[in-house]
Each structure stands twice: as C-alpha cells, then as structure tokens.
T-cell receptor, first 114, second 115 residues
Framework: AQSVTQLGSHVSVSEGALVLLRCNYSSSVPPYLFWYVQYPNQGLQLLLKYTSAATLVKGINGFEAEFKKSETSFHLTKPSAHMSDAAEYFCAVRGGTSYGKLTFGQGTILTVHP | EAGVTQFPSHSVIEKGQTVTLRCDPISGHDNLYWYRRVMGKEIKFLLHFVKESKQDESGMPNNRFLAERTGGTYSTLKVQPAELEDSGVYFC?????????????FGPGTRLTVT
C-alpha cells in the first residue's frame, strides 16, 4: 500500500524567494513519484516525475524535486518564485505497475506575494 | 492533440436524483481513471479501466456509483441516487499502455454539488 503526506496545506512566499513544498511517501515497493499542479479552473498538469532513473528530477517552469530514499521524501523546489506559480500542488505516488492508480497527498496551496 | 474532456463542468442536483458524468480520454489511450476530491480532502482513486474492462474498482464508495466504458472510448460515471456526501470534484484521467511514459493526463473535472 502507498500513502503520501504533504507538510503544510498552505505555503506563502514572496516573489523571487525560494519555493519549497514538502512531500513524504510510504510505499511497500519501489515507488514512482509525481508532482502535479492545478491552476484555478483547470485540470491537473504534470510538473515532473521520478521513475527510478536520476534522483534529481527537473520539471517544467523551473521546478525540480529530489528523490531521497533514506528520508522517503520527494520535496519540490524552485529557486525563485513567480506570481504565476500561485496554484495548488499535489504530490502523488504509484507503486509497482507502470499504469496503476495514483495515491495523492492532501495538496498544498502556494501563494506568491509581490 | 485534444486533451481529456469532461462534461458537464458543473452539476447541481438534489439529494435522491441521478447524475451522469462523462469523460472523453485522449484518443488512443487505453487506460482511463476516475478520481474524486471531496472538499478539504485529498484526491482519491475511484476506478481504472483498461479499454472497456474494469481493471481496478477498489475505490468505488458503494453500489450507488456505476461506471461504464462501452467500446473502450468514452466513459460515464452515474450516481444514483445521489447523497449529500457525493458532492465534490470528479476527475478523469487517461494514459497509454506504454511503460516509457507513466503519465496520467487529467481533465478539468466536474464539480458536483448535491443539495
């Protein structure tokens, strides 16, 4: 069984500041890990994914995440926040199969202040 | 390439009524998933189709929910009769049977409100 915990339901940063969204997972098998973003009135869009290749994964819009097995973490970072990054972010895990169901965290709403 | 589409975008119904949600996956995607997000909670898996077959329906909450995917193309999710706790956003996603991609593509969701 898999589970995901996102620490912090709301994160607020200033424009230009570092963005750090935390995700810890639990999986009984080697996991596939994902970060999705949802902008207002839109569907979920894939930011990046870890599929057992490089542990540092680069995604779209300047985001990246590092898979740390020893810490069971997959935190999302961006060096400099833009106003357009304001959205809700979801961490998700899929274990085992390549096309099975996703298990999501609770979501983190990112607010960016000018 | 058209993305995953869902209809309607919003639906407001009374308790006891029936509602049918529709999802059109990306053309050629054999995998189709339904998820639901109840307000304040995480997005939860409902079920997974591979073509027209139900691969995994472990997330379906009860027998008031019926999902179909006739012909392996679009899918419908019917709630009959609807209860207040069924309110939420219902997402559909699709993916290829291709171990190189792993990505599920999501639709914009249908917001269901049961009053």
């Amino acid at each position: 069984a898999q589970s995901v915990t996102q620490l912090g339901s709301h994160v607020s940063v200033s424009e230009g500041a570092l963005v750090l969204l935390r995700c810890n997972y639990s999986s009984s098998v080697p996991p596939y890990l994902f970060w999705y973003v949802q902008y207002p009135n839109q569907g979920l869009q894939l930011l990046l994914k870890y599929t057992s290749a490089a542990t540092l994964v680069k995604g779209i819009n300047g985001f990246e995440a590092e898979f740390k097995k020893s810490e069971t973490s997959f935190h999302l970072t961006k060096p400099s926040a833009h106003m357009s990054d304001a959205a809700e972010y979801f961490c998700a895990v899929r274990g085992g199969t390549s096309y099975g169901k996703l298990t999501f965290g609770q979501g983190t709403i990112l607010t960016v202040h000018p | 390439e058209a993305g995953v589409t869902q209809f309607p975008s919003h639906s407001v119904i009374e308790k006891g009524q029936t509602v049918t949600l529709r999802c059109d996956p990306i053309s050629g995607h054999d995998n189709l998933y339904w998820y639901r997000r109840v307000m304040g909670k995480e997005i939860k898996f409902l079920l997974h189709f591979v073509k027209e077959s139900k691969q995994d329906e472990s997330g379906m909450p009860n027998n008031r929910f019926l999902a179909e995917r006739t012909g392996g193309t679009y899918s419908t999710l019917k709630v009959q009769p609807a209860e207040l706790e069924d309110s939420g956003v219902y997402f559909c996603a699709s993916s290829q049977i291709d171990t190189r991609t792993y990505e599920q593509y999501f639709g914009p969701g249908t917001r269901l409100t049961v009053t």
